[in-house]
């Protein structure tokens, strides 16, 4: 895949997810949010909690989870943990770090918690 075209897949990704937590209630509060550690995919809020979101999208969804690598889990928790030293509880806030599977028919799995602190 080129990389202009798999710029805007990933845009077209990061919006069916992001809808899809907005109609669960979840408020967008940043897209493609970029901390130290690079860049965080969605942040959402729901009643005071943050959820953390990474968007992988493949052919399949294990080859989206397979994406996922432990470099990068590591650089999203440096960066999450950073946007939660701007929030008023600091690193006292609740929050999770789900990533977002879609497909090639623009299908979403949710894998809550998926990457831990």
Same mark, same amino acid.
């Given at each position: ?10 845009? *077209? !990704?990061?919006? @069916?997810?992001? $809808?899809?937590?907005? /109609? ?9 949010? &970029? ?15 943050l ?12 080859l *989206? !989870?397979?994406? @996922?690598?432990? $470099?990068?889990?590591? /650089? ?9 030293? &701007? ?8 929050m999770?770090v ?5 497909d ?11 990457? *831990?602190?």
């Amino acid at each position: 895949m080129s990389g202009r075209v798999s710029y805007y897949s990933g845009l *077209a !990704a990061e919006e @069916i997810v992001a $809808r899809d937590y907005e /109609r669960r209630g979840y408020m967008l509060r940043e897209q493609r949010w &970029r901390g130290p550690g690079g860049e965080i995919d969605l942040i959402f809020e729901k009643a005071g909690a943050l959820v953390f979101v990474e968007v992988k999208k493949a052919r399949d969804f294990a080859l *989206a !989870a397979a994406r @996922i690598t432990q $470099r990068q889990v590591d /650089r999203i928790l440096t960066s999450a943990s950073c946007y939660l030293g &701007r929030m008023p509880a600091g690193q006292n806030t609740q929050m999770q770090v789900d990533a977002a599977l879609v497909d090639g028919r623009g299908k979403i799995q949710i894998l809550e918690n998926a990457l *831990a602190f």
